[in-house]
């Protein structure tokens, strides 16, 4: 009578375990392959200054939770610019995405930021050999993805860019820190009336950023008088000066209301649902 209780033992913790697996399963968010693309490209995640990638979840959990990938992980980049990945992409992951968090997180410099970028992007193509990504921006985030590709136009053997969505982009300076005195923007080409010193670098980019091959979309907020509380919407309209003639397409998206505010865009459904379409999308 005695013996026969291991046995039971080792038989519940056999079911609990199977249960588990099962609900597991279950519980996952099934890919909606109706609505989306099925592509194994990543789509990499850039926090703003200050921040982490935190600041990324509610994004990408909107896009697991819409059925667009089952796959997210994380990458995270000290101040040597050594990357620690937590997660795995499994070969053939439908739409895997990368929350990226940069300890030297408030580094204005933008050039290393850059680098911290190009840190990711080599250890994921190391790690898995992919050839193309997406890239997606918040704040600073937008500078970090901006001078990586202004840093690295002429290197050929990184994953070609293929969508890029800036979110709360501050290209033409921040309300209390670079911006320029005069900030009217052409309404038509995006040229700023007068141009920060980190614009006036970037200016490279109208002949170096890749011909035809990047869709952008550029999401701002206005929660009033034209700013979303910390960046004037000029600022971030001027982003089209910089790509628009050469990128594959620029489509721009202003938001308004309360989630409109500066650290609320990365927080909104509305950001999430237009990134989701334009990301992935059929």
Known sequence: MFRKKPIYSIVLAIVVLVGALIGAVVLRPRLDTHHFIQSTTPT????????????EKHMTQAAKQAGVTN???HADVDEKGEVTLTGEIPKGAINPIVEVNYQDNRNADYHQDARYAKAVVTKLQSRYGFTKMNMVGHSMGNMSILFYLLDNAHEKDLPLLQKQVHIANHVNGLEGMDLPEHHRVDEVTGQPEEMSASYQQLLALREQYPNQQIDVLNIYGDVKDESDGSVLNSSSKSL???????AKSYREEKMTGKLAQHSQLHENPAVDALLIEFLWGK
């Open 240 to 246: 089209r000066y910089l790509v628009a003639d050469r």
């Open 44 to 55: 990499l995640f850039f926090h703003g200054y200050g921040s982490s990638a935190n600041a």
């Open 71 to 73: 796959t997210i992980i």
